[in-house]
């Protein structure tokens, strides 16, 4: 239905001669609010929907016949229109803000073969729209969580980069922070950290409904049925290397302000300093363990998320499509926990070296692989896997809950439905 149309109402409904605003208050009182949103064409224009005809008069006192549109049926048995009446700068008017309305007003949804993968909603158009809105509500959950456990990835990484001195857990490690530092050292590494998981959320779940919806329509559905583990974990893979590239300089300069709360003010100082000091180098230092760490923890979060999210609508015996809005949130939430803890595991020790080989001096002289060779060697095996761990499945169970569940309800709000892949066989 198109914003216009009240305003066109009005205009074609001339008999109202006292302003805009009293003529809105006319027809609401006389016709309803409804009435607001018909749409107008003349006599002369053919419409195949339901309509019905009146007479009204502009100021001057000239008749106009009129057709609202009414519903989407058959042309209704309407009168024989009144003859000849003289045309005014009106018909222009009223016949511009008719092809105003149908302009504006939004696509019929596709059927047939042609109209691309089964998805939450049959007939959803997988055009540029959708995968902008699919990027802004990744970008959008992924900064929103990320922004929200800054403190806990403070404290984190502060565990990982001196497991001797904070050693006490998470809970003792907040405590050590504040008492040491002040509760404003929580929230180190904030601006870097917003910005960069915008970036990264926009690139990460917005490639993922790509490649996944893009694999379907190349294989065909019950092909990419058989095979969508291979497409979560492919798409999974590509859209995070694409998201790295933009996260690793931010992610550089956070874990250098949260080693070192002296070395930089804020975001761009930090920017400017590690610039002056490495290079661009030094921004993509740890752009292997970023992969090493982002790629294994993406596919295993996008792959358990959606394996997980089939299962429990199974059990229920039920679709997305059939399920409120409420009851798809709590199955995001929910498989987004078990995703979120399963990629945290799998995930920690390319973190726990990201960590360190981002501290200054860290893994001696060399080339990345060199350093990472030192200080994997010097941490060990067990430590790189353990240490930090729990507070980590704390942080990323509960962010890959969030950002699920957020993702869900910005495309909803935006007016899209995340991919879910569709058993052709029971459709």
Not at 125 to 130: E, K, R, S
Not at 388 to 395: A, K, Q, T
Not at 396 to 411: N, S
Request: net charge positive; glycine share 12%.
């Amino acid at each position: 239905m198109s914003l216009i149309s009240p305003l066109c109402t009005l205009f074609s409904l001339v008999q109202y001669n006292g302003g805009l605003i009293k003529g809105f208050k006319q027809v609401i009182a006389e016709e309803g609010a409804g009435a607001l949103f018909s749409s107008t064409v003349w006599e002369s224009e053919p419409f195949p929907r339901t309509v019905w005809s009146g007479t009204r008069r502009n100021l001057r006192g000239r008749a106009y016949r009129f057709f609202p549109v009414r519903g989407n049926g058959s042309l209704s048995q309407s009168p024989a229109p009144p003859h000849p009446i003289f045309p005014t700068k009106m018909d222009s008017l009223t016949a511009t803000f008719a092809a105003a309305n149908a302009l504006t007003a939004p696509p019929a949804p596709r059927t047939g073969p042609g109209r691309g993968p089964v998805a939450t909603s049959p007939g959803v158009v997988h055009d540029l729209t959708y995968f902008l809105k699919g990027a802004a509500a990744g970008g959008i959950c992924c900064s929103i969580t990320h922004g929200a456990l800054t403190p806990v990835d403070v404290v984190k990484t502060r565990v990982q980069l001196d497991p001797v001195k904070y050693n006490g857990g998470l809970i003792k490690g907040f405590k050590q922070v504040i008492a040491e530092e002040g509760a404003g050292a929580l929230s180190t590494g904030l601006g870097a950290t917003v910005g960069g998981y915008f970036i990264q959320g926009w690139f990460k779940f917005g490639g993922v409904e790509f490649f996944k919806i893009k694999a379907v329509s190349a294989l065909g559905e019950e092909k990419a049925w058989d095979n969508k583990q291979a497409i979560y974990l492919a798409s999974a893979a590509a859209a995070e290397t694409i998201a790295d590239v933009f996260l690793c300089p931010l992610e550089a300069v956070r874990i250098r302000a949260v080693s070192d709360p002296t070395w930089s003010s804020g975001l761009a100082d930090g920017f400017g300093k590690m610039y002056a000091a490495e290079g661009v180098g030094g921004f993509y230092a740890g752009f292997g363990p970023i992969l090493l760490k982002q790629v294994p923890y993406t596919m295993a979060k996008f792959a358990v998320q959606g394996n997980t999210a089939e299962a429990i609508y199974s059990s229920m015996g039920t679709s997305p499509s059939q399920m409120s809005s409420g009851g798809n949130l709590t199955v995001s939430l929910s498989s987004g926990v078990i995703a979120g803890v399963a990629a945290a595991i799998i995930s920690h020790p390319a973190d726990t070296l990201l960590s360190k080989v981002n501290k200054a001096g860290a893994g001696g002289e060399g080339t990345i692989m060199v350093r990472l060779a030192n200080i994997a060697k010097e941490t060990g095996f067990v430590k790189l896997c353990t240490v930090g761990l729990m507070p980590r499945c704390v942080m990323i169970g509960t962010l890959t809950a969030g950002q699920f569940g957020i993702f869900d309800t910005v495309m909803g709000a935006l007016g899209a439905s995340k991919f879910h892949f569709t058993d052709p066989t029971k459709k």
